[in-house]
């Protein structure tokens, strides 16, 4: 049987919501099917930032990698999908503690019942930096969130972000895990080879783990 898989990524069209004052999508065909011409192909403008995407280190370090660079080991394989629904701007420990053991080394967290695909959302709940730290330590690699950053909306100092930075660890923002029960995955979230770039679109999936066959 075929494994299950989920599509954490939001749609991305004309309208889709981008942080306020980043490039919208936008896309016009430049060719179309007639006669003389037998295909449809279009030009496309937005945010590297825009939907489901992964954040390079040179997003909030001067010196960090571009996303073209980036290894890509952190962007596939087991992940834990731990629910913190609602339970205030910061995602603290004391949220996501029931879902720690025998962590792999990536975590997502869903904080949103519905995740807001059609409009900015500037109260959007981000990761306290202590979580970051903590996760870290017990060898996680990657982080994702259902919100378009792990840190507030309005910050200036970017604390998760630079937590991040310190620890080598990689992000994935703007999830939506609104369908996906709590558990293990297979994470399959691969960047573009945007060689200059400071983050990437990615078509974040999650797969159903194998399971064990009878007499396994």
Request: hydrophobic share 45%; aromatic share 6%.
């Amino acid at each position: 049987m075929n494994a299950r898989l989920w599509d954490i990524s939001p749609p991305v069209h004309e309208g889709a919501p981008v942080f306020p004052g980043d490039t919208p999508y936008r896309q016009r065909w430049v060719a179309t099917i007639a006669p003389g011409c037998p295909v449809n192909v279009s030009e496309i403008a937005l945010s590297p930032h825009i939907g489901a995407h992964a954040d390079a280190p040179i997003h909030y370090d001067p010196d960090g990698a571009t996303i073209g660079r980036v290894d890509l080991p952190p962007y596939l394989g087991p992940c834990r999908v731990i629910h913190a629904i609602a339970r205030g701007p910061l995602v603290e420990w004391a949220h996501i503690a029931h879902a720690i053991d025998a962590l792999p080394p990536r975590v997502l967290v869903r904080t949103y019942e519905r995740a807001p695909v059609d409009r900015w959302d500037a109260q959007l709940a981000a990761f306290a930096p202590a979580t970051i730290e903590r996760l870290a330590t017990l060898g996680v690699v990657l982080i994702g969130i259902d919100t378009a950053s792990i840190d507030p909306a309005d910050s200036k100092t970017l604390d998760s972000h630079q937590t991040i930075r310190r620890l080598g660890l990689r992000v994935l923002e703007n999830l939506v895990l609104d369908e996906v029960p709590e558990g293990d995955y297979e994470l399959i979230a691969l960047p573009l080879k945007l060689v200059n770039a400071d983050a990437s679109p990615v078509r974040a999936v999650l797969r159903e783990l194998a399971r064990p066959g009878p007499g396994a």
